[in-house]
């Protein structure tokens, strides 16, 4: 499959001063297509929270040429999946600040309950070849694992990847998503797919209504005091 960008960011065949047969033909052209358009989305009119761009037909092996130099910026988020790949610039503050907040009311609640867990952070899951995904959080609980059993994700710009389908591969139990100031939590069922559930498996007795809740304080130290001392009492 040709490489193709999406419509917002194609202006006829030409892209960065690139013919599409030079960057399909050669990794080192289109690694330099690809830095030339990450720097020109993190200072399109300097944006606060992140852009999306989402290129087509790209091979593994060109993903694989511009995730190397990238793999230590954290002002870019790279996604890919069967041959499409999002580019997510700059990482805003937003973005940060809901992914740490959720972070921290989900720790509280797991100590709280004497639930054992291990935070794995936001490292990448890949199937080579075929995805290759980066959630903004994971957790296991129980026991450590080479898979966590809980991703989860904070989405304030949307792409057109499936990103529950990044996780399939690698049979995460569990993927959250946050968005819009609602919190989607996704199982594996024994069919492979990911069916939403009103609770988690890992925490039924969590009510993900009450997360929102604090997760919408305006202040992070009283949200998760507030939170301690509403499980506390409950």
């Known amino acids: 499959m040709p490489l193709a960008l999406s419509s ?101 609640y797991m100590r709280e309950k004497e639930l054992r867990f291990y935070k794995r952070g936001g490292f990448t899951l890949e199937e080579p070849g075929y995805a290759s995904g980066t959630p903004d959080e994971s957790y296991c609980i129980g026991t450590n694992k080479e898979t966590p059993d809980i991703v989860i994700e904070v989405i304030v710009s949307s792409g057109s990847i499936n990103r529950k389908e990044l996780y399939k591969p690698k049979k995460v139990p569990e993927v959250w998503f946050w968005k819009s100031k609602e919190l989607g939590v996704y199982h594996l069922n024994s069919d492979g797919e990911y069916e939403e559930m009103a609770r988690s498996n890992f925490f039924p007795d969590l009510d993900t209504a009450l997360l929102l809740k604090y997760l919408d304080y305006p202040d992070q130290y009283d949200a998760v005091n507030d939170f301690t001392q509403a499980i506390k009492s409950s």
């Open 8 to 108: 917002a960011y194609r202006e006829g065949k030409i892209f960065y001063g690139y013919s599409l047969l030079e960057l399909n033909c050669d990794i080192v052209k289109f690694r330099l297509f690809a830095k030339k358009m990450i720097m020109s989305i993190q200072i399109l009119d300097q944006p606060l929270e992140e852009k999306v761009v989402t290129l087509l037909g790209v091979s593994w092996e060109q993903f694989k040429a511009i995730e190397i130099p990238l793999l230590d910026n954290r002002e870019v988020k790279l996604t890919y999946l069967a041959g499409v790949l999002e580019i997510m610039a700059p990482i805003g503050d937003k973005h940060e600040y809901v992914k740490s907040t959720l972070g921290l009311l989900l720790e509280a």
